[in-house]
């Protein structure tokens, strides 16, 4: 019997009909799988205006996503003549390629790789040998850059030649030992094997610009404004290497890396060539940094080894598990998010604006608008107001040190957090200690109390932004990163535009 007939009469078996239609349209029929039978309930998606919205904009091809987004970033120029302005811009496209390339190596190959960045040093570093005066060498831009994401490529090539048997944290530990590498060798370069190879830790400075069709590309135009042709540069190979990706990313090389993402032994199993996939991932990510790397330099005119330190390899991770890792939107979308992010925090009034309109977007998303919204919302301000009013009742010079860039939110925090004149030694780890502690606390509280905690937390995390946070912007990006990415992972783990994952237990 198969499929719910007789093989000798080839006519319905009696009760087959019934018991495949007894639970329903989706009941599984004999013969076939109730996972895959039941698949259409299983999904999962958003209902209301919210999700009629986003199912209509997924029907829009990705091209035209592609292009709305490529030609309002081309507007940012236009839109402003800053020079600073266009900096940023130049830096988030160079974040782009860079989320793009490490996107193949985590996203689709599934390889923790910790020396993505001394990859994108490589690539600054060649373009500098091969146009500058360091050898006498200078090729044409056509010529140089082709060559310098050849070396790229090879360079990952040979460091995955090692790492091709090593998995999470093994893999992890070696292409670190890599990063450190690179820095040891370019910062002590200028002795190495008796030539000055690298410039050490003052770099090389007086590299050519860009070239294209006989024709340089001044780093800036009159006046000393940042040249926007830079960018436009970058944009372009940005399509193309996303368009590239998008290709490779739907071939069987795509499938197949996404395969060894999932499960590395069963795609064995299966007969796929992982350790020859492994090696093409970290050939195809090492190949984008090194692109990335050439323009940084020709802008710069000079490249030197701080430039390409563990700081910048937390930023573009950041950068990928934001936006979701395995999504090529996704991690541009991250790239552009965290981009503008960081310069926003190295201004103390535009980072105290984001801090509180970030902490009021998250109580609103959390308890939505409800009672214990109100109770929340109310109790804190009240609390500020009460505990402010007492500090300036016992010493006026406790609360007679705020103010400062932020407009009207910068006179409220005035008005309600408590900074002294003076800030004490201890107030900084104690301060600091205490939120974390609290924070800790909370996840382990439920219901009313847990409310009732939060109002002092959230007037706690104030005032260490107010005393302890702003004035170091620099260490305040960084943890700042890491407290969305905790978050993230709290309540999306797969990141922004991240694909969800079946998993089978």
């Known amino acids: 019997m198969s499929g719910g007939y007789d093989d000798e009469l080839s006519r319905p078996v009696e009760g087959a009909l019934e018991a495949s239609t007894s639970e329903g349209p989706t009941s599984p029929a004999v013969g076939r799988d109730e996972w895959v039978a039941r698949h259409g309930d299983n999904r999962t998606g958003r209902t209301g205006r919210i999700g009629t919205l986003e199912a209509r904009l997924r029907v829009v091809p990705w091209w035209a996503w592609l292009t709305t987004f490529v030609a309002l970033f081309c507007l940012v120029p236009v839109a402003s003549d800053s020079g600073y302005v266009r900096r940023v811009a130049f ?62 490529a090879t360079v990952g090539f040979l460091v995955g030649l090692p790492s091709r ?113 492994k090696l093409m991932s970290f050939a195809f990510g090492a190949a984008i940094a090194a692109l990335s790397g050439t323009f940084v330099t020709a802008l710069s005119a000079s490249v030197f080894p701080l430039s390409f330190s563990f700081p910048l390899l937390i930023i573009i991770y950041t950068m990928v598990i934001l936006g979701g890792a395995g999504s090529q939107p996704g991690v541009v979308l991250g790239a552009v998010l965290i981009g503008i992010l960081l310069e926003l925090l190295r201004d103390p009034g535009d980072s105290r604006v984001l801090f509180y309109s970030a902490i009021i977007v998250g109580v609103v998303a959390i308890f939505r608008f409800s009672v214990k919204l109100a109770v929340v ?101 960084y943890i700042i990163l890491g407290v969305i990415l905790i978050a993230l992972m709290i309540f999306r783990p797969t990141g922004l535009l991240g694909e969800k994952r079946v998993e089978i237990i």
């Open 91 to 152: 830096d988030i496209a160079i974040y782009m390629l860079l989320a793009l390339g490490l996107n193949v190596v985590v996203g689709w190959g599934g390889l923790l790789d910790l020396g993505y960045v001394a990859f994108f040093g490589i690539g600054a570093y060649a373009y500098a040998l091969l146009s500058s005066e360091q050898y006498g060498v200078h090729l044409p831009t056509i010529v140089a850059i082709p060559l310098v994401v050849l070396i790229g």
């Open 165 to 277: 048997r090593l998995t999470g944290d093994y893999l992890a530990i070696v292409t670190l030992f890599f990063l450190q590498l690179f820095l040891t060798v370019t910062t002590n370069g200028d002795d190495l094997f008796g030539r000055n190879v690298t410039g050490g830790a003052n770099g090389i400075l007086n590299v050519d610009p860009l070239s294209i069709f006989a024709r340089e590309l001044a780093v800036s135009r009159e006046g000393g404004l940042f040249n926007p042709a830079y960018m436009y540069v970058v944009l372009a190979l940005f399509v193309v290497v996303y368009v590239a990706l998008r290709f490779v990313n739907l071939s069987r090389t795509g499938r197949a890396w996404r395969s060894l993402r999932e499960d590395s032994l069963a795609a064995e199993v299966m007969g796929m060539p992982v350790n020859s996939l």
């Open 377 to 477: 919302v109310v109790g804190t301000f009240v609390f500020g107001f009460v505990v402010h009013s007492i500090a300036g009742a016992v010493d006026n010079a406790w609360v007679n040190g705020s103010g400062g860039e932020g407009g009207g939110v910068a006179d409220f925090a005035a008005n309600w957090v408590i900074v002294p004149v003076d800030v004490a030694a201890w107030i900084t780890p104690v301060s600091y200690i205490s939120l974390v502690a609290l924070a800790l606390v909370l996840t382990l509280v439920h219901g009313w109390v847990r409310i009732g905690l939060l109002i002092p937390v959230l007037y706690l995390a104030a005032f260490v932004w107010e005393n302890v946070m702003l004035s170091k912007p620099e260490p305040t990006r």
